[in-house]
């Protein structure tokens, strides 16, 4: 027996399909009705087959081959080659995309449904996606300019360059960690791409990232009157790369938040330690020039440090882009002597290595999301 009719079978059992319909056939093939009894592989290489195919998603199988509920009596089927079924089950990221294209309005209507959800009743709406950072902002110029003496000019717009961006990392993270459990009910019920579930509340905080950085930019060029930087060319790529670190790691831990609840807490505890370990109230500049360490250490712990941590370098990344370069003055008064740390431009190739970083967790992420996303309705 070819080894697709086992397939059919089986993934029929599993949906509770009583017939199947594979529409109109083509090439002159005469339609094999399948078996009422369970087939087994006639080979090593069919049990293979099988085996591999299993582990892939059942909507790609009822996307290539057009399986749709018949009421007829009988259900047919048109063989495939097995060339070409070998085709289809090795490219997943491929079909991934383009199952994500093909649901693109879902999507689209998700993202526009957590953005009105966020705010429902609300006077100022958008607005209060400001005050938060706004705050912050204010709280951290009045405590590390006046009572820590850092003597930076306009040392707000360099904080906000920097926690505008995690902001959105942080709240998008979150945001992801609970999205398959809120819509577990809708998962059992239909189908349609899990992804778009966490993408849809990353999505929903990109958008407010995009316009809270418009609000920085109408106030630092239109204001302040801060001077256009070439530098700002590299903006997209920047943005870019952060985005596809968000989507990345917001698939991988929304995919483990539905089996291990745990997971959501520990996320929050990390991003609150990820914080300070991230140049966002300091300045990478000094950790360069620390002197808690040895001068022949300081350069390989500074690339070390921004490797590892890809907010690191994307902070330092914004500001450099944003912001004109400054020569960081730090003068504590309780110490009474002052500390300078000259500007480092951006690394391009810091920045390289953080966007090939950020599109290979993408992938990883997304696919690992794909392989498991059938088993969340077995969750109890």
Known sequence: MP????????????????????GAHSGGETPVPIPNTAVKPSSAEDTALVTEWENRSVPRLRAHLRLQPHAGAVSHLTPLKDSTLRQRITN???????ELWQYRELLRTLVIRELRVRYKNSILGFFWSLVNPLATVLVMTLVFKYVMGMRI????????????????????????????????????????PRVLLPLAAVLANFVHFLLAMGVLFVYLYGYVGTPLQLSLLWLPVIVLSQLLWVVGLSALIACWNAFYEDVKYLV????????????????????????????????????????????????????????????IIHEPAAMGQTTQ???????????GANLLAGAVVALGGLSYFRKREWEFVERP
């Open 268 to 327: 929050s505890v990390g991003l609150q330690l990820l914080f300070f370990l991230t140049p966002i109230i300091y300045f990478s500049e000094q950790v360069r020039y620390t002197t808690l360490l040895p001068e022949a250490y300081r350069e390989g712990v500074f690339w070390a440090y921004h490797l590892l941590n890809p907010m690191a370098t994307l902070a330092m990344a914004y500001r450099k882009a944003v912001l004109p370069p400054i020569t």
């Open 92 to 98: 997943p990221v491929r079909d991934l995309l383009l």
């Open 3 to 22: 080894t697709q009719f086992v397939l059919i079978r089986r993934i029929v059992q599993f949906h509770e399909y009583p017939f199947l319909n594979l």
């Open 153 to 192: 000019a306009n040392y707000s717009a360099y904080i906000l360059a920097a926690y505008l961006p995690w902001t959105f990392f942080q709240f998008a993270l979150l945001d992801s960690s609970q999205t398959i459990l809120v819509y577990m009910q809708v998962i059992k019920k239909i189908y349609f």
């Open 341 to 351: 740390f000259p500007d480092m431009p951006l690394p391009l190739w810091l920045l």
